[in-house]
DNA sequence: GAGAAATGGATCGAGGGTGA
DNA sequence: TCACCCTCGATCCATTTCTC
């Protein structure tokens, strides 16, 4: 165990160093002075470990996997790794050499190269790069099998058109219902970092892998034919909800009132005094299914006015531009200014740091500049669960 | 042996992952 | 959601190696 411990600190050292990449410009030599690694290896009462220790370095002396500075006293005082029997080292320490190891991850990234999304062609150029600074390759937690499944599943969801339910996903991909589950973790994170997912809570619903069918809420005043029947919402008090399937056999929706409005958060939407608008629940950030549906209410009712109303926070404007950006319809803001906040002020709540990076980020943008200089001087963001909305036409 | 250059180690803060 | 832990990168300082 030691003598392990030992080997491992001084690959460790040479695994690290520009002798490992051939970058040196100095001959160099990988050392490490025993107490460093064992403590108590000077200490004057350990004698029975100090002799233990001892005979694991003479031992490995003896071996030829390292040279040893001894002190009369035969103290070793300083241990160097004998570069020249390095293969014999990793054997005896059963370790796999980061050499064979980065190998390992060229082949993979070669292997998905030329098929792969363009996110991860992306994340393979960057990784190609950090291999070549002998970096670690990142979300490659030195389990392979994870690693490349991750990197199936990556490609897999990026490619993904249709909806599709998250254990059916994993067993397309796997044959395992609940294999993408495991490492849906890595997976996000990769995805976070190599695409453009700025404020999506939840990436593989965007990309149409969910956990649940989606569901779309809605209520107010609108005509919705399904295949032959037409539905009058202003007959209904309540609210409706239509499921994938639903959603595919709507040949058009008639908007009655003069206003679309897509709401953030549930509670909102049950809680929106509707009047004479026709209201749409989002659920966070809309995936595909979501998107198609209001571009079929734009496409059947252009000249309606297009509203969204979410938190006033960085996550609000994140979801609206994207809302805008994926379904071409110029949705306006509703609520989520100066305003609004100032009316609100007593329920207001402070930023995180998360927070005022992000809307930092967003200062950029003409549209809400001022809004997000108000809430970052003032330190303060709104849900929309505060926000009463009766509006009129 | 002294000085210069190269390299490694220690420390700190940021960011992400994990488990309660 | 939060606290804790781990990893990574940047920076500064110490150590090692080379050259004269």
């Given at each position: 165990m030691k003598k392990k411990s030992l080997l491992n600190k001084l690959v460790d050292k040479y695994e690290s160093s520009k002798s490992f990449v051939g970058k040196n410009r100095q001959n160099q030599s990988f050392s490490i002075r025993p107490e460093k690694i064992f403590p108590k290896y000077l200490d004057d009462e350990e004698v029975d470990f100090f002799a233990e220790v001892n005979d694991s370095i003479k031992d490995l002396e003896s071996n030829e996997f390292i040279s040893v500075d001894w002190t009369k006293g035969c103290i070793a005082k300083k241990i160097s790794l004998n570069v020249n029997h390095l293969n014999d080292v990793y054997k005896y320490i059963d370790r796999q050499p980061r050499k064979q190891t980065q190998e390992w991850l060229l082949s993979v990234f070669d292997k998905y190269q030329n098929n792969a999304c363009e996110l991860l062609q992306n994340y393979f150029k960057v990784q190609r790069c950090r291999i070549e600074e002998n970096q670690n390759v990142e979300?490659?937690?030195?389990?392979e099998k994870d690693f490349e499944d991750s990197i199936r599943a990556v490609d897999y969801i990026q490619k993904n058109t249709t909806e599709i339910l998250i254990r059916n996903a994993s067993l397309a991909l796997f044959k395992d219902s609940k294999r993408l589950e495991n490492i849906a973790s890595t997976i996000e994170a990769l995805m976070r970092k190599y695409g453009d997912y700025d404020g999506c809570d939840d990436i593989l619903a965007e990309c149409n892998v969910v956990r649940t069918p989606t569901q779309v809420l809605v209520k107010g005043n609108a005509n919705i034919c399904l295949d032959t029947q037409i539905i009058d919402l202003s007959k209904i008090e309540g609210d409706i909800g239509f499921s994938t399937k639903s959603i595919d056999d709507i040949t058009f929706v008639e908007v009655l009132g003069c206003r679309v409005v897509t709401i953030e958060n549930l509670t909102s939407f049950y809680t929106?005094?509707?009047?004479?608008d026709f209201v749409i629940y989002l659920g966070g950030f809309h995936n595909a299914v979501k998107r198609e549906f209001i571009k079929k209410i734009y496409n059947s009712n252009p000249s309606k006015t297009y509203m969204h109303f979410g938190d006033i926070d960085a996550g609000g404007f994140y979801i609206l531009k994207h809302l805008r950006t994926k379904t071409g319809v110029n949705f306006l803001p509703m609520k989520m200014d100066i305003e609004t906040l100032q009316l609100y002020k007593d329920c207001v709540k402070t930023l995180s740091t998360e927070d005022r990076k992000r809307l930092e980020k967003l200062l950029g943008d003409n549209e809400f500049k001022d809004v997000i200089a108000y809430m970052l001087e003032n330190d303060c963001k709104l849900e929309q669960e505060n926000v009463t909305c009766l509006t009129q036409c």
């Open positions: 979300f490659f937690n030195s389990n929106y005094e509707n009047n004479n």
